[in-house]
């Protein structure tokens, strides 16, 4: 499989799929970029491509478009002001995604020059049809991108979930395809974690519901040492466990493989042992500390002090640790404490035991931002889906497609 570093760049038109599917917010009646961290991740592929004399043509969708009225908020303007900022020079942002003005802008780019074109999901609605042609690839359109370039690259790791024509049909369409610096990245931390990890590992997995996690679970408890299963979704184990929860988050139809992977896993799988109980589901909320189950009219929105400890023992020899989804309803500061608490555990892993730790989907690494400890860790993922689907040991077709070439 080749790499950017592989590449012949001096001169070359190069097509560089990245994931800026970034949030955005309102600033002064403008659109701006609310956190720029995937297009920071991207940065080395691109500077590289550039100071390598390539002519770099960017292109991401953004957000989801499902009519003509969704592409005015989710035009890439403001990616491609923020990414001009964050490059320290021009990008040439060309409103189209096909067509005489791409095509000349394309032609007009010396080396080491960069555009980048509009949101890839633009094609998902044609004429106020939603024909997906993105989404669901294409053939002309991946061959038609494909033409506009000499070569292609591939950092869009957080996409690779996808089989987009702007990743897997230009890779299926063009001579030489490459994976950038991120995408390398992010298999060498993910892939290195699940098929080869330095022992003890330690897998920590939250969120609010069985149901989007059990397939990691179910992959990770054959691949780890240890499985912490923390968050809304525990209580459906305990429940399983025949503990009662209140008011907590419950999901009825998991509990009969709640309690065969509990059967199945033994002492691997490691719950919560207490919670942090609230009268409500707000920050003001009437708490108390409860081990025994959790009385009625009252619901479990953190973890307590006894599973933070447990947590952080079974953390403490770990050598390898794979954290994705927060223990309990971190937004609201009262009940942050034992998802910050993992955060606090996993930068003194990497520091005392040189363990490696690794990130991965949108809430823990929120988290971890929250806690200003991003860069104490060995790795935050730049996956939302990407990242889970890799965990689940599935094949990602963005990966897929590169690595076949
Ligand atoms: C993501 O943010 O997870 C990726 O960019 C994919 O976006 P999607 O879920 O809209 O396909």
Same mark, same amino acid.
């Given at each position: ?226 499985? +912490? @299963? =923390? %968050? &809304? ?8 466990? $025949?503990? #009662?929860?209140?008011? *907590? ?108 730790? +690794? @990130? =991965? %989907? &949108? ?8 806690? $200003?400890? #991003?860069?104490?860790? *060995? ?27």
């Amino acid at each position: 499989k080749l790499t950017v570093e592989d590449l012949e760049l001096k001169g070359k038109k190069v097509l560089m799929r990245v994931d800026f599917n970034v949030p955005l917010k309102e600033e002064n009646g403008e659109v701006v970029v609310s956190n720029d961290n995937r297009i920071v991740a991207a940065l080395p592929t691109i500077k590289y491509v550039l100071d390598n004399g390539g002519r770099a043509i960017l292109f991401s969708h953004l957000g989801r478009i499902k009519s003509e009225d969704d592409k005015k908020g989710l035009s890439m303007k403001p990616v491609a002001q923020r990414l001009a900022d964050l490059l320290g020079q021009p990008v040439t942002f060309v409103p189209a995604t096909e067509g005489k003005e791409l095509e000349d802008a394309i032609a007009g780019l010396e080396d080491g020059q960069v555009l980048i074109f509009e949101n890839t999901r633009f094609e998902d609605v044609v004429n106020g049809e939603e024909v997906k042609r993105e989404s669901k690839n294409d053939p002309e359109l991946g061959k038609y991108w494909a033409s506009l370039g000499d070569v292609f690259v591939n950092d869009a790791f957080g996409t690779a979930h996808r089989a987009h024509a702007s990743n897997v049909g230009i890779a299926s369409n063009i001579a030489q395809t490459a994976a950038g610096f991120l995408m390398e990245k992010e298999i060498k931390f993910l892939g290195g974690a699940v098929e080869n990890p330095e022992r003890p590992f330690v897998a920590i997995i939250g969120g609010a519901k069985v149901s989007d996690k059990i397939t990691i679970i179910e992959n990770l408890l054959k691949k780890a040492d240890k499985v +912490i @299963v =923390g %968050g &809304g979704m525990a209580f459906t184990f305990d429940a399983a466990n $025949g503990k #009662a929860i209140g008011n *907590s988050l419950f999901e009825e139809d998991k509990v009969a493989l709640a309690k065969q992977l509990i059967e199945e896993a033994g002492d691997k799988l490691v719950l919560p042992v207490d919670a942090v109980a609230a009268d409500k589901f707000a920050n003001d909320a009437d708490t108390y500390i409860a081990e025994d189950g959790i009385k009625d009219g009252y619901m479990g929105l953190d973890a307590g002090p006894k599973s933070i400890e447990l947590f952080k023992s079974v953390l403490s020899d770990a050598k390898t640790v794979v954290w994705n989804g927060p223990m309990g309803v971190f937004e609201m500061p009262n009940f942050a404490k034992g998802t910050l608490a993992i955060g606090e555990e996993l930068v003194k892993v990497t520091k005392e035991n040189g363990a490696t730790t +690794i @990130v =991965g %989907g &949108g809430d823990s690494t929120a988290a971890v931002q929250q806690l $200003g400890v #991003a860069d104490q860790l *060995s790795h935050i993922s730049t996956g939302g889906g990407a990242s889970l689907e890799y965990l689940e040991g599935k094949t990602l077709p963005g990966i897929a497609a590169i690595s076949e070439k």
